[in-house]
């Protein structure tokens, strides 16, 4: 989460500058103000952060109240409670101060509940100040509130939202910019919505497809790995001290246990440094590339995955369209949110610079891209002949939507069966063994 630092200064000519930044923390805050003082020839005074201060006081009735505010001095808070009335107010610094990003669902409430009372005709800066009052969220409360005020003094919407996007995500943050100077909000809030919805229905059908079946194989392996190791061999070893001759499943099972008690700690590695080194390459921007390039030629799931993406694009594409400045801004902002790196790198620097730079048109330039399906760029291709590229747009998003969610169902139950299968094999082969220990007798005395 971001924080505000606002820094004080004077120029070579004695005129005195102040500014805000955005910053995790004051290292950081002090390294972009540094290199824009260096810039700018400023000499630095201060540096504040803007914190949170506990207030207490007692209204003229008698009644104690308790509040909260963000400043970045004790006595800005002083002077706002005088200027209301308040006198003998008691302020504290608070002692913790950690922002938590709100939750995903809270984000969606806020986006839903807002379409639905723009639909009402409430005024933009009513919505913000009930939904403020009612959000439970302190991150998010002060968020809104801080909207609020900047709108009022006049800023920008984009520029606004864009300071907070790491309250509602870099997309959202950018819609919800866009759709203050759009003419018809309800109508932008209503497509942010949908697209966050989808967002958490991807996220939610991945982890059953991928994540969950990974789980669940990893825990059954730990689980045969200890019975294998630790339980089993104390009662397979009893027999042996007797002298009784082990059975062929038994005997292998044993043999089998002893290698991995020995050699557990090097296979384990041999598990593990590999999964670690592609988790953290994956972070890397070729490595997103590379892993986002091969996810989609996975098979099964491979071609659901880029079609979730296509649709994504396209439903970002189809929201913005028309309250965008132009089309490379709406390109931009579709490839970023489309969840695929290797379609965002080929949209912003295969297609784009096409259409810039050569005046090629829409449709070619992004089959040059090559990260769109035969079907998606004939479908687009009727659409600008036809003159009804938006419509297109959005019958692409709504055909992958209903498609990708179909199959996804028909593939989350059939990694479920085959998990379950997989389960009773294991769990039949581990019964086969334990019953043969069973079965072992000892030797009769004198045969």
Known sequence: MQYEFRYQGITVQGKGVQGIVLASNKRKAKQLIDDFAQKRRIKINSILKRSLFLYRLRLPNGKRVKGRQYAYKKGEVSRALANMGHK???????????????????????????????????????????????????????????IESDLKKGKEGTEVFAKHQDVFGKFPAYMLGLATKSGNMAEVYDATAKFMEREMEYKKSLRQAMLMPAFTVLAMFGAVLYYVIKVFPDTAKMFLRFGIDLPPMTAATLDISDFLAVNWWWIVLMVVIPIVVAVLWWRTPKGMIWRDKNMIKLPIIGHLIHKSSIEIFFRVFSAIYAGAENNIETLTASAEACRNKYMEIGVKEI?????????????????????????????????????????????????????????????????????????????????????????????????
């Open 88 to 146: 003998n107010v008691k302020i504290e610094k608070a002692l913790i101060d950690i922002k938590i990003k709100p939750p995903f669902a809270s984000i969606l409430m806020f986006v839903n509940l807002s379409s639905f009372l723009l639909k009402e005709k409430m005024s933009y800066d009513k919505i913000l100040r009930m939904l403020a009052d009612e959000e439970t969220n302190l991150t998010l409360k002060e968020s809104l509130k801080k």
């Open 351 to 447: 297609a784009i610079p096409l259409m810039l730079k050569d005046g090629m048109s829409l449709v070619p330039a992004l089959e040059k891209a090559d990260v769109f399906n035969q079907s998606t760029l004939s479908r687009l291709k009727t659409g600008t002949e036809s003159g009804n590229i938006l419509q297109s747009a959005q019958q692409i998003a709504t055909f992958y939507e209903k498609e990708t969610t179909y199959k996804m169902e028909t593939i989350i139950q059939s990694i479920q069966v085959f998990i379950g299968m997989f389960i009773a094999i294991v769990i039949t082969l581990l019964t086969v063994v334990s019953s043969e220990v069973a079965m072992i007798s000892p030797n009769t005395p004198g045969l």
